[in-house]
């Protein structure tokens, strides 16, 4: 399956976005995501299913003012 | 003392994070200036480099309240989602509220603005208005 991670395409064999995000290297990583523009809260992860071409956006703290 | 919402502060000083040479030259500032609060964004994170965990981590090891913002955002419905993504990665429900009506400028949208503030304080968070001096938009 393609999703779009963070702008760029990416092949994942998981639909799960927790699994997702694991096969993705973000495993233990403090993050947190939007599929195709809404939020996803952590504890929606587990159950929430990715489809191809989804456009999925993981975001970090990061220096900013 | 400087009252915001619930939050008495020492400090009126809320400093930046952005285009420190280091962490270390952070570090010291935030300490030198008895800063209180800082200002965070979220980004990007990229599987391969990480840069924002190692960030995350030497912030909360300065033990400072974070004022995250919705930076790079254009639209009501991009801060509105950004300002969850920072209350569930910030754990605060402060937000400092960017829509951007004019990118050169930086100038903010305030029609955008107002409807973003509304939404976002009727589900608890508190708001911190990027916005110009127009008292009546304030």
């Known amino acids: 399956m393609k999703i779009l991670v963070n702008g760029a395409w990416r092949d994942t064999r998981s639909a799960e976005l927790t699994r997702a995000l694991e096969e993705l290297g973000y495993g233990s990583a403090v993050v947190s995501t939007a599929v195709n523009g809404e939020f996803v809260p952590l504890a929606q992860r587990a159950e929430t299913r990715l489809a191809d071409g989804d456009r999925l956006e993981v975001l970090a703290p990061m220096q900013g003012g | 003392m400087l009252q915001i ?15 420190y040479p280091s962490p270390a030259i952070l570090a010291e500032a935030v300490r030198a200036a008895r800063a209180e609060v800082v200002t965070v964004s979220l980004r990007r994170e990229s599987a391969g480099e990480r840069a924002g965990q190692a960030f995350w981590s030497l912030i909360r090891e300065l033990g400072v309240r974070v004022l995250p913002n919705t930076a790079g955002c254009h639209s009501m419905k991009e801060a509105v989602t950004t300002a969850h993504m920072a209350r569930e ?9 960017e829509v951007i009506g004019e990118d ?13 503030a509304r939404s976002l304080c009727a589900e608890g968070f508190e708001v911190f208005p990027y916005t110009t001096e127009d008292l009546v938009v304030a």
């Open chain 2, 104 to 116: 050169d400028t930086l100038q903010p949208d305030v029609f955008g603005l107002v409807d973003a």
């Open chain 2, 89 to 97: 990665v910030f754990g605060t429900p402060w937000i400092k509220l």
């Open chain 2, 5 to 19: 919402y619930q939050t008495q502060l020492r400090s009126r000083l809320m400093l930046g994070t952005a285009r």
